[in-house]
């Protein structure tokens, strides 16, 4: 009989990659928030040391504020963890993705997941995942 020592998952991660657009867009980074992952995996959030539940608090401040012009701009060195940079993206699609909850019960009385595609496109203008990478 044999056991299984170690499976591995060959399917990665479940993620779906943004669309390639034919036009760049250029970005106005001096208003962004940036995060920056150094190589012993501290991150920096404009420049102060910041764990994960920081992260999600200055992403949730600074979305509320900026909204439809905010802006997250994430830079990590060669030697940060592959998993921290995954925490980091994790944190930030969360925070948004509660924002976009939040503002669509306000809006329609809806769950995000109960809109139609133009409430959620509305939905997204307000709040928009602009990464920079």
Do not use: F, H, W
Not at 22 to 30: I, N, P
Request: glycine share 2%.
């Amino acid at each position: 009989m044999l056991a299984c020592v170690s499976c591995i998952n060959d399917k990665g991660l479940v993620k779906e990659l943004p669309k390639i657009s034919e036009t760049k867009t250029e970005y106005d980074l001096s208003k962004a928030i940036t995060i920056y992952i150094e190589g012993n995996n501290q991150l920096l959030v404009n420049n102060e040391k910041a764990d994960i539940d920081a992260l999600k608090t200055k992403i949730r401040e600074y979305e509320s504020k900026n909204k439809s012009k905010s802006i997250i701009s994430i830079k990590n060195s060669r030697e940060s963890s592959y998993s921290t940079y995954i925490d980091v993206q994790n944190a930030i699609v969360g925070e948004i993705r509660m924002l976009r909850e939040t503002l669509s019960k306000e809006k329609y009385d809806l769950e995000l997941d109960s809109l139609t595609n133009e409430q959620l496109s509305k939905i997204r203008k307000v709040y928009p995942l602009n990464l920079v990478e």
